[in-house]
């Protein structure tokens, strides 16, 4: 069978890449990866020790022209959660423009200047995005899809805890994949009925299993303009619209809460945890335990705000140390470093308690060992990496469903 082209944006050091190309059905063509914040690019850096420097770009995306990109089948990427409202100007009401910098609209420009637009979309990020912002719910979304179906697309969507799938995390993601009207899968989600598509036919199903719910069934239409969506859409309502599971196709959502079905193996904590000799520098210095047990406890304390406000503050426990038992809490992007800190993980081994190498974090991803090892990069920019990164094992499973259905 041939391999399916892809451009991989929003690189990071891999993930999607890893996930796709472990399956032998996809060959990743060009790439993109850049970090606004910092003069040195170590996450390029570390995707082109692995992968080659050759078709990967380390340039601002937003600034990379079109005709610069490669066609290819397939478009993926983990964006940034960012403000999606869509701004016009009174000269150009039709100028649809999102703010300068937002990245979706990055991924809407180019899919409208490719003379050619990939047929298929696999996008990532986190599950926030289905209820954001707080003061319109689910609006976020909804100018996505509709953008996506103003563009030639259908979409499918899931909110997909790897956790809950047997892999070592939990951690939850929004996938979602897009479908372009010149393929055979857009004229079956239009046959087919939604329900049927996501809960049995559909690609995300397909990858991971449901248990089937029907009780909270939603349909609604999303019209309009992407200004008057921006500026009205869903106003005052304390939820949002949109469950965790769901298709889009002329501009009709079906969507529905739905469980997952699994019982087969689970990888815990305590499984990927290295045997090996672990640095010192990972072990928690008894000095310094009554920090760690204080910033993760419960406390219910009075607080004053730098305005001289005092308030009563109140968190729950952590579970310290972590639970080996158990899939590990998400990963954050903070979590290197030797500071002591509420969300890090922590163990507990024979030689006292420790911190998560490197390694282990890159395990609790399903990355290979090493993956993101690199003279200059610190432990600290390796663990951030992984907060940033997503579970390659879904990838993997969503890719080979996809490639499966467009063979079919």
């Known amino acids: 069978m041939k391999k399916l082209t892809v451009i991989e944006l929003f690189a990071g050091v891999g993930g999607f890449r890893l996930g796709l190309e472990q399956t032998e059905k996809y060959k990743v063509v060009w790439s993109n990866q850049w970090e606004p914040s910092t003069k040195t690019q170590h996450a390029s850096m570390v995707y082109e020790a692995r992968f080659g420097s050759e078709n990967h770009s380390n340039s601002d995306i937003s600034e990379v022209p079109t005709s610069e990109i490669p066609d290819a089948d397939l ?15 009174l000269q150009n009401s039709k100028g649809l423009i999102g703010k300068k910098g937002v990245l979706w609209w990055s991924i809407h420009r180019i899919l409208s200047e490719k003379k ?12 926030r995005l289905l209820k954001s912002p707080s003061s319109q719910r689910g609006r976020d979304f909804a100018i996505m899809l ?17 956790a809950e799938y ?23 989600i239009r046959k087919e009925n939604s329900l049927e598509w996501m809960l049995k036919k559909g690609v995300l199903a397909g990858a991971f299993p449901l248990n089937s719910t029907t009780s909270n069934l939603k349909e609604f239409i999303i019209e309009g303009d992407l200004v008057e969506l921006s500026e009205n859409f869903n106003v005052k309502e304390k939820l949002s619209p949109f469950q965790n599971t769901g298709v889009f196709i002329d501009g ?28 010192q520098e990972f072990y928690i210095d008894a000095n310094d335990l009554p920090k760690w047990e204080y910033l993760k406890g419960s406390k219910k304390e009075v607080r004053t705000a730098k305005s001289g406000f005092s ?82 094992g879904i990838v993997e499973r969503i890719g080979t469903a996809l490639y499966e259905k467009i063979n079919a």
């Open 166 to 188: 047997g892999m070592p995390q939990r951690r939850r993601r929004v996938f979602f994949i897009g479908y372009h009207k010149s393929t055979r899968i857009y004229d079956n």
């Open 146 to 162: 509709r953008s996506l179906e103003e563009l030639g697309y259908a979409v499918e969507w899931r909110v997909i805890n790897a």
């Open 311 to 392: 308030y009563n503050y109140s968190e729950g426990a952590m579970i310290f140390p972590d639970a080996l038992d158990n899939a590990s809490r998400t990963i954050i992007t903070g979590e290197g470093g030797r500071s002591p800190s509420r969300f890090k993980h922590v163990v507990k081994t024979p030689k006292g308690m420790r911190r998560l190498t490197p390694v282990e974090l890159e395990r609790l991803n399903m990355f290979p060992d090493n993956h993101t090892q690199l003279q200059g990069i610190s432990d600290t920019k390796r663990a951030f990496f992984m907060g940033n990164a997503l579970v390659v």
């Open 252 to 279: 009709k959502v079906t969507t529905i809460k739905t469980l997952p079905s699994y019982d087969g193996k689970k990888i815990v904590l305590g499984d990927i945890l290295q045997n090996s000799k672990i640095s």
């Open 75 to 89: 478009l993926v990427g983990g964006f940034p959660c960012q403000d999606y409202s869509v701004a016009t100007t």
């Open 116 to 127: 050619h637009p990939p047929k298929y979309l696999f996008l990532e990020n986190v599950d």
